[in-house]
């Protein structure tokens, strides 16, 4: 075959490659074979025929690109990471509001009904400053958590909540459950894993930081509850100081219930 015949057979063919990207893998590439089978010329070290044009290089492209689309979980292109992998903070801002909104329900859930109303009520200080306590600071904690901020930044809204509730009696467990209640929030704020969703590693580490928050959150609040108690002693103490003074008694008078037995009996 004759090197000046290779043109004539390949054109059609590229050129249907440039107009149809999918043609080219149809072909199952015959076009190989034929110029496998093309004589060189002496002293030339590449196969005959014209140079490689735009449309060869559009028909070449054009298969890898499909080929690459074909692969399962073929990586993104370079310089499209973010149109193909959202990040967990991007996604829980776009349900900011939602996710706000559930985690008000989980800091209520654990009061009964009708003081749950009553904390919703009102969002003046003045009138409710429970309430309007308690949902500032969550707003100000959900903030800095997609913000990814330090502890020394999440711990001020975090103790702010903490004191209310070690006020209220709560157990330890009721008080900061609150905490881990938003893992399940975000995770059905993010949905299922999927191809354009977060990377699993990005949600795991946004649930470690919950986490981390859930035992800042217990040793604040065994902390608050042991002031709670340490003012509570020093208060009754105060209140027996003026009732022994009330009685005409100097603040050091020891209660008869106190006094040794042997004293008491004489």
Known sequence: MDHREVPAQLLPRIRRCAHDPQARQRDEDPSQADLR????????GRLQGRRPTQADRVCVSSARAT????????????????????????LLRKHRDALLEKWIEAVLSVYPPETAKVLRRSKDPLQNPVG??????LDRL?????????????????DEIL?????????????????FRLKDIAREAVGA??????????????????ERLGLMAFDSYVQFREELYELRVQEAKRQVSWWLRKLGRNDEAVPESRKPADEAAS
């Open 142 to 158: 959900l903030e800095a958590l997609l913000e990814g901020a330090p502890d020394e930044v999440l711990r001020p809204p975090l």
């Open 132 to 137: 309007t306590t308690l949902f500032e600071e």
């Open 37 to 44: 089978t093309v004589p060189v010329r002496p002293g030339k």
């Open 163 to 179: 004191k209310v509730r070690s006020v209220q009696g709560f157990s330890p467990s009721a008080a900061v459950s609150f905490v």
């Open 193 to 210: 894993p999927q191809r354009r969703g977060p990377d699993p590693a990005a949600v795991h580490e946004f649930e470690a930081r919950v």
């Open 67 to 90: 080929r690459r689309a074909n692969e399962p979980n073929a990586p993104a292109p370079a310089g499209r990471a973010g149109s193909s992998l959202q990040t967990v903070e991007h």
